[in-house]
């Protein structure tokens, strides 16, 4: 089951894993998007369905889920890709309702998805959790504290879910990006071939992954490959890490 697979990498994970044998589950709010990625699931020779939900409400994700178990089973493998948009900003002119939707979207949906979807792992006694994190959670972002204090969060849930459940065969990851190649990506630097560059120079590789590239990594964190790789960051950035970036 992929949070936040209509778009982006969470897209381009569920199809990673669909390629990989997995029949998946894509959530989140816009319909259309998930459709089409079930339907490219699909394709590839996968059961795939699409649920639309807002994962910050917890009504809609406790029927999302039972939806998810009766069609498809109790998920064994889950990557936790949603994400609030933000806006670039000191921390003192947030509004306290945007602080509070933030947090309800990049932490406490993750609490409870992992709640809900431990149950069924303990019961396969095999798990797979993957967070798609970031850097900034090491480093912070200039205007982006709550999107560095969120990513930080996810980073603490699941190494704490790994401490308690590996031994239960569930291992708990997180996949820390950067910046790629995406639909929010291209919007936020069109027209401006110098803050490509810079993001490019940034990169030890002098390329910007693709949301494709960083699939593959969480679809081997997915695998039973990866058993031994728990409670860890696995940085996916083509060496951005390496650098000052923000």
């Not at 009766?70 to 921390?91: I, S």
């Not at 120079?201 to 593959?216: F, G, L, N, Y």
Request: glycine share 10%; charged share 20%; with cysteine.
């Amino acid at each position: 089951m992929v949070v936040g697979g209509g778009r982006g990498i969470g897209r381009a994970a569920a199809l990673a894993l669909a390629r990989e044998g997995a029949d998946v589950a894509v959530l989140a709010r816009t319909a259309a998007e998930l459709e089409a990625c079930a339907a490219e699931a699909r394709a590839l020779g996968r059961k795939a369905l699409a649920v639309p939900a807002d994962v910050t409400d917890l009504t809609a994700l406790d029927a999302a889920l039972a939806r998810v178990r009766t069609e498809l089973g109790a998920p064994t493998l889950l990557v936790l890709g949603a994400a609030a948009l933000y806006r670039p900003q000191k921390l003192q002119h947030v509004e306290d309702a945007e602080v509070a939707q933030f947090l309800a979207v990049d932490v406490q949906s993750a609490v409870a998805v992992c709640k809900r979807i431990l149950p069924g792992m303990l019961e396969a006694r095999f798990g797979r959790i993957v967070g798609l994190g970031s850097v900034a959670a090491r480093t912070g972002v200039s205007g982006g504290t709550l999107y560095a204090a969120g990513k930080a969060a996810l980073e603490g849930l699941l190494r704490g879910i790994a401490l308690d459940y590996s031994r239960r065969g569930i291992t708990a990851n997180v996949c820390a990006i950067a910046f790629a190649e995406t639909e929010r990506l291209r919007v936020r630097i069109a027209g401006d071939p110098a803050h490509r560059e810079k993001l490019q120079s940034a990169t030890a590789t002098r390329a910007i992954p693709t949301a494709e590239q960083i699939a593959d990594v969480v679809a081997f964190l997915c695998s039973a490959q990866a058993s031994v790789i728990t409670g860890a960051v696995i940085d996916a950035t083509a060496g951005a890490h390496l650098n000052n970036l923000w």
